[in-house]
Antibody, heavy 119, light 107 residues
């Protein structure tokens, strides 16, 4: 069965960078886009961008352009999201999510990674 | 950017009742590229409906979706205790793939 497992919680200072990993199994890694979504405490969902794991081609929400980089490692079926120049308002749970078969909606979600930005 | 507005913000109902949640897109999605998710506290969202009306794998048939263009509805025919949660709509027609602000379904 499809499994999506993310790395653990991170605590960072303002201005630092963070990398979150998302390891997948149970399907052909290259066949489905992976998306990243975040949720600030008590808030709604916000889409950061997406990556084609096979080609590493990525598309980012304009809000995060230049501050977020998504990469993939086909040898380990893992995708990564790195965010730089962290701000207090980047404190959130970050999710990776795989598309549903035959569509773009997000069916298989990681468990989430809490990133806390604090001085 | 497509803005999705969900209503109501909070819906108070009882088990066994019917729930209708609305999602309005501006501008129009011009398609049925809309999904609905359920989220419970401390959990990742769960895909319920995609393509506006296609139930995801394993989703009970009491959940149904309808609409196209600008107005979409998620209907839960008979509420079960486990259905009380937050529901989000999402469009994936145009990047950025935006979400609505959510509807809280409470007992």
């Amino acid at each position: 069965q499809v499994q999506v497992v993310q790395s653990g919680s991170e605590a960072k200072k303002p201005g630092a960078s963070v990398q979150v990993s998302c390891k997948t199994s149970g399907y052909t890694f290259n066949s489905y886009y992976m998306h990243w979504v975040r949720q600030a405490p008590g808030q709604g969902l916000e889409w950061l961008g997406m990556i084609n794991p096979g080609t590493s081609a990525a598309r980012y929400a304009q809000k995060f352009q230049g501050r977020v980089t998504m990469t993939s490692d086909t040898s380990t079926s893992t995708v990564y999201m790195e965010m730089s120049s962290l701000r207090y308002e980047d404190t959130a749970v970050y999710y990776c999510a795989r598309e549903v078969v035959g569509g773009t909606a997000f069916q298989h979600w990681g468990q989430g990674t809490l990133v806390t930005v604090s001085s | 950017e497509i803005v999705l507005t969900q209503s109501p913000g909070t819906l108070s109902l009882s088990p066994g009742e019917r729930a209708a949640l609305s999602c309005r897109a501006s501008p129009s999605i011009n398609s049925n590229y809309l999904a609905w998710y359920q989220q419970k506290p401390g959990q990742a969202p769960r895909l319920l409906i995609y393509g506006a009306s296609i139930r995801a794998s394993g989703i009970p048939d009491r959940f149904s979706g309808s609409g196209s263009g600008t107005d979409f509805t998620l209907t839960i025919s008979r509420l079960e205790p486990e259905d009380f949660a937050v529901y989000y709509c999402q469009q994936y027609r145009t990047s950025p793939y935006t979400f609505g602000q959510g509807t809280t379904l409470e007992i």
